[in-house]
């Protein structure tokens, strides 16, 4: 795709809970698109205790994709602990937090792997600024994303606007100088990218499309969210204000 550039190993990391009806295409297209452009690449998913026909349909994907590699979580459920389990497992240069349910479009991992590669560094992505789109986005999450998503910014006086967008690409790098996390739920998509800034990582913002999905249903509950978002807000808080520089990086 781009010429003279360094071709790194990329992980996705997928947390899947229940996803039968989208599952498949999700992994089959992401697959397809980077086979296409060339780049190397393993897809972890990380089966969170289904209970219908996922683990199914993965174990028959995974005889056809040598890339394709099933975990399943044997401890606690949880969105969070899904990714963190993955973390531990994966072996490639550059790692993808990608939602199973195929509101992420291909498209944009290509891109930001691609930008990643050039500078290594991390991207991250912003569906509400412009170039980014939404399809079928429910009103009252959008409501709480821009509530939450401009309260981060005012906090921590950056301009990123989608802070808990949880698709992005991170170095490994980045990622092995974040630990330990915390987060258990879909409040690791705050964490990650929180220690990433703090701790002085790289990193770009470039738009991405998300689109509702077509099967299943969410498995974010935004009255459980709350408390855990701001335990996880105030904890990268702390860590800024009581470490300053220690962690500052040349850009």
């Known amino acids: 795709m781009l ?13 899947a809970k229940d996803e039968e009806g989208d599952i498949e295409n999700t ?16 897809i972890l998913i990380i089966n969170d205790h289904s209970v219908d026909s996922t683990l199914e349909i993965l174990s028959s994907l995974e005889k056809k994709i040598k890339e ?8 606690k459920p949880g969105f969070g602990l ?37 500078n290594y560094t991390c991207v991250f992505g912003t ?8 399809k079928d986005y429910p009103v009252l999450k959008y409501i709480m994303n821009r509530f939450f998503n401009n309260l981060v910014r005012l906090i921590f006086r950056i ?17 092995e100088g974040s630990k330990p996390f915390l987060s258990n739920h879909f409040n690791l998509t705050l964490e990650l990218p929180l220690k990433i800034i703090i701790r002085g990582y790289k ?11 077509q099967a299943g249903v969410s498995k974010m509950r935004i009255k459980e969210m709350g408390s855990r978002y701001m335990f996880i807000l105030f904890y990268c808080l702390i860590e800024k204000l009581l470490t300053k520089d220690d962690y500052k990086k040349s850009r």
């Open 127 to 134: 569906r509400f600024s412009s170039g980014g789109s939404t």
């Open 203 to 213: 990193y770009k913002i470039i738009p991405n499309s998300w689109k509702n999905r």
């Open 68 to 75: 394709l590699k099933i975990i399943n979580n044997s401890g």
């Open 27 to 42: 992994i089959i297209s992401i697959h397809n698109i980077l086979k296409t452009n060339n780049v190397e690449h393993e």
């Open 82 to 118: 899904a990714i963190r389990q993955g973390l531990e497992n994966y072996s490639g240069d550059i790692v993808a937090i990608v939602m199973a349910d195929g509101s992420d479009s291909p498209k944009d991992l290509i891109n930001f792997y691609f930008k990643s590669v050039k």
């Open 159 to 175: 301009k990123y606007d989608d802070i808990t967008n949880a698709f992005k690409v991170y170095t490994r790098e980045a990622i």
């Open 3 to 15: 010429e003279n550039i360094e071709i790194l190993k990329l992980s996705i990391i997928i947390p």
